[in-house]
């Protein structure tokens, strides 16, 4: 019996953490930047940067999709701000 090709030296993707860190980013956006939940879509490109990150099971720059996530909906809900006013 064969073992799967990995990378050597690659931990396996935790699913669980990746879920946690996730979750606190969309806590943060709905505490701090509600109106960004109106246009999500402003935030695609984070959250598909997110996504190939975990795929690749790189840890740091799924942590940087998330700040930039966040950083974009903040920038996002300010716009609506300044659109309202």
């Known amino acids: ?3 799967p090709d990995r990378a ?3 931990e396996p ?6 879920a946690e860190k996730a979750t606190e980013a969309l806590r943060y956006l709905a505490r701090k ?4 939940v ?5 935030l695609d490109e984070h959250e598909t940067a997110a996504h190939q990150a975990a795929m690749r099971g ?3 720059a799924y942590l940087e999709a998330l700040r930039c996530y966040m950083r974009a909906g903040r920038n996002e ?4 701000r300044r659109g309202a006013a």
Do not use: H
């Open 38 to 42: 109106e246009n999500l879509r402003a």
């Open 33 to 36: 930047s509600p109106e960004c």
């Open 58 to 60: 790189d840890r740091n």
């Open 8 to 10: 050597v030296g690659v």
């Open 13 to 18: 993707w935790d699913a669980e953490w990746a």
């Open 77 to 80: 809900a300010l716009r609506i």
């Open 1 to 3: 019996m064969t073992m």
